[in-house]
């Protein structure tokens, strides 16, 4: 019978992890899906822990050279089965219900083509970081659109997708080496709703052989090509790479990397590309309002991350944030629950990068 899901599963030199990984797969309460575990030509003993399940639902694919996970991955996207695709790294873990509560959801709502999780942090020895978990506010379809825009806003392994949107837009860009999964959920989201589900279903695991630490510069670059063909698909002036980079820097990135010109740049992109993407998706009142407090609130954590390179001129950002979002005005709480989150957020990747760095 033809699995209902498709688990994505490129392997190389993932031996440390990957049984506490498939572990986690086969604990999966959702039964009815198949795991696609292609070994890219991997130094280690991993393709014989794959082979060393004698689940009928798990097929190896053996790639005879080393040839990336992005083109495992497409790979294994052209020989899934299933309608829905559940995207899976070799070191991390889906807890029990993932699959169940997103095919679930995905069945509920045809309008969404694909949907992450919140998620928990764990380190090398599979502990579960003490304030290491995500909990996002509740997002419109239109506000994760707006926001995927210039950030990636899903982790990986937590996304489930549905095929044939995926296929009908090409798959996996195999111009991306590490930022291949954002590429995708940016442009799924051009053509159809991403959300994200409030409950934490993924064991995120940080590690020194990550490839967002290994790679981070490479990975930076590709994402800062993303974040210009995002912004130039919305945008009636298109803006070079620098800029791009410089946006998403000042957005996700270590503050110091960032000075006062490149802070205002950013938000001035952020302001140039606000209308213009609701005028492209044709919103409604009620998304525009939702897609405007994105914005505000954008401008709120900017400030929280770069409040000593802004100085005097916060004083500037916050007004201009307010003026978009009059909450700010009316309701101080507002203001409070963003700082919040943008603290939550800055001590996030923090503790991320120290993590990541032992």
Not at 9 to 14: A, C, H, K, Q, S
Not at 68 to 86: D, K, V
Not at 224 to 248: F, Y
Request: glycine residues 6%.
């Amino acid at each position: 019978m033809t699995p209902v899901v498709s688990v994505l599963l490129p392997i190389y030199g993932g031996a440390a992890y990957l049984r506490r990984t498939l572990d986690g797969l086969m604990a999966q309460s959702f039964r009815d899906f198949e795991v696609i575990a292609v070994n890219d030509a991997s130094p280690d003993d991993s393709r014989e822990i794959v082979l060393s399940y004698r689940d009928p639902r798990i097929a190896l694919l053996d790639n005879p050279i080393n040839v990336g996970q992005t083109a495992s991955m497409q790979l294994a996207l052209e020989r899934a089965r299933g309608r829905y695709i559940a995207r899976q790294d070799q070191d991390d873990v889906s807890l029990p219900e993932r699959f169940e509560r997103q095919a679930q959801y995905l069945e509920n709502r045809p309008d969404i083509g694909a949907v992450g999780t919140d998620h928990c942090v764990i380190d090398e020895d599979a502990a579960q970081v003490p304030g290491m978990s995500t909990s996002y506010a509740e997002e419109t379809v239109a506000e994760m659109g707006w926001r995927l825009l210039c950030t990636d806003r899903l982790v990986d392994s937590t996304v489930m997708f549905r095929t044939d949107v995926a296929r009908r837009i090409g798959g996996f860009d195999l111009q991306y080496r590490y930022a291949q999964d954002y590429d995708l959920w940016a442009r799924l989201s051009f053509t159809t709703g991403v959300a994200r589900l409030r409950q934490s279903l993924l064991q995120l695991r940080i590690h020194r052989s990550s490839a967002s630490v290994k790679y981070s510069e490479a990975q930076a670059l590709e994402v800062a090509g993303i974040v210009q063909r995002n912004l130039n698909h919305v945008l009636s002036e298109p803006i070079d790479l620098a800029t791009a980079s410089t946006v998403h820097r000042a957005l996700s990135e270590d503050p110091s990397q960032s000075d006062r010109a490149d802070v205002w740049r950013c938000v001035r992109v952020l302001e140039s590309t606000l209308d213009p993407y609701c005028r492209q998706r044709a919103l409604g009142r009620r998304d525009r309002v939702s897609v405007a407090s994105a914005y505000s609130e954008s401008l709120v954590k900017i400030g929280l991350r770069h409040r000593r390179t802004l100085g005097a001129t916060m004083a500037a950002l916050l007004t201009k944030a307010g003026m978009k979002s009059p909450a700010l005005f009316l309701d101080p709480g507002t203001l409070r629950r963003w700082w919040k989150q943008g603290r939550q957020s800055s001590a996030y990747r923090a503790a991320v990068r120290s993590l990541s760095s032992k």
